[in-house]
C-alpha cells in the first residue's frame, strides 16, 4: 500500500513551522542526516542552546508514534514541542560527541564495550519495564495517529514472505506450513495482552547515546528515533540481546558469553518492573521465539540486497554487507533454534549451505573490532 506524500518543505519552512510549535525562534539549522521518511535538523535557540526538530514526509503512523515515545518510554530526549498538521517535532538536543553503543562495539576498548553493552541492555529492560502502566494510553495514542490508515507492521505478511524466500532455497524445506505452525506463537508477543510494553523496536545500537561517563555515575544510556515506537511483548525487545542486534546493521559476531550477559542484563532490568514476566518459565522460549521472528524477517528484507551483493547494509565502511548478515542470521539461527523450532533450524541450515556454495567467503562475518 502507498502511503502519500506530505509536501517536503524547504528546511527554512521547516524551521519556520516549528519555531512557531515551540513558541522560541530558531535558526541556523543544520542537517543531521533523517531519512526518506523525514528530516532531522539542528537548529540555534536565540539566546543560547540548540534543539534537534524533526519533520515526517510520510503520511503515517511514525509522528505519532515518536511523539508517544518521547513522553512515555523514559530515558529519550525531551518533547518539547508537537506540530500535528505539519507533522514536525521539536526535543532537546543531546548534542555531538557522545559515544553510541555501534561506536563503542566498533572502537578499539573491549572493556568499553563489554560494560557498555551490558549497562544498556539494563537500561533498554528497565526502560520498557517501567513504561507497563502506560501501555494501553500508548496503544491508544499510536492508534489516533494513523485513522484509516496502514498498520505499522504487517508481521503475518513478512513473515509469509521470509518464510518463502527460505523455502525457494532450501531443499530441505518441504512444509512450509510447518514452519508456520512453530511461529504461530508470534501473535501472541505482538498482542501480548497484561504484559503488554511500550519500546522503540528500532533498538540499534545507533539509536542509543551514552550521555553519562563520568567517574562517579553509573552509565547512562538515551533512546534515540523513536518513529517505530509500540505496544508488544518485552520478548521483542530482548531479543535484540540474543540474537543480537535483530534487525541493525551492526551485526558481526560477538565474543563468547556477551549475548548471555546482555540477555541477563536485559531480564535483571526488565524484572525491576515486571518480575511476573521474567519470571515465567516461558520467559526464556518466548524471546527464542522472538529470534526465530526476526531471522525468518531479515531473510525477506535484505535477501535481495544480497543477491545483488550491496556492500553495505547500514554506513559505509562500518557495518557488515547484506551477503554477510543475511548468512551470519541464518547460521545463528540453524545452531541456536534446533531444540525449539527443528523444521525453521533446518530450513535456515539448508539456506546457510547454498549461501556458501552461491556466495563462498563473501557471506563470512568476524568479531566486533573492539574485541579483536
Known sequence: MTRPVIPIHTDDDTVRLAAAAWGHPLTDPVDLGGSHRSRVLRCHVEGGGTVVVKQFHVAGSEFARESVGLTLLGPTPQLLAADAEHRIIVMSDLGDGLPTLADLLLGSDGEAAW?????????????????????????????????????????????????????????????????????????????????????????????????????DQPAAWVFLDLEGTDVNHPALAAAYTMLPFAT???????????????????????????????????????????????????????????IEARPFV?????????????????????????ADFPMLSRALAGAHRWSWQAWGTDGETTGYPAFA
Open 115 to 215: 560494560t557498555g553493552a551490558l549497562s544498556w541492555a539494563r537500561h533498554l529492560g528497565s526502560a520498557v519495564g517501567a513504561s507497563r502502566p502506560v501501555a494501553e494510553e500508548a496503544r491508544r495514542r499510536i492508534g489516533a495517529g494513523r485513522p484509516g490508515g496502514p498498520t505499522h507492521w504487517d508481521a503475518a505478511g513478512d513473515l509469509r514472505q521470509g518464510l518463502a524466500r527460505l523455502a525457494a532455497l532450501a531443499p530441505e524445506v518441504t512444509d512450509v506450513d510447518a514452519i508456520e505452525s512453530e511461529l504461530a506463537g508470534v501473535t501472541a508477543l505482538l498482542e501480548p495482552g497484561a504484559a503488554a510494553v511500550v519500546w522503540p523496536t528500532d533498538t540499534c545500537p545507533d539509536n542509543a547515546v551514552l550521555a553519562d561517563r563520568s567517574a
Open 314 to 338: 547500514g554506513p559505509a565502511d562500518r557495518s557488515p554487507s547484506y551477503r554477510q548478515l543475511v548468512a551470519s542470521r541464518w547460521r545463528w539461527g540453524a545452531t541456536n533454534l534446533r
Open 248 to 306: 541493525c546493521w551492526c551485526v558481526y559476531d560477538p565474543p563468547a558469553g556477551l549475548t548471555d550477559g546482555l540477555l541477563a542484563a536485559f531480564s535483571e532490568g526488565l524484572g525491576a518492573h515486571a518480575p511476573d514476566v521474567v519470571a515465567a518459565p516461558m520467559w526464556a522460549g518466548q524471546v527464542r521465539l522472538a529470534c526465530a521472528a526476526y531471522v525468518v524477517l531479515v531473510t525477506g528484507w535484505l535477501l535481495d540486497g544480497a
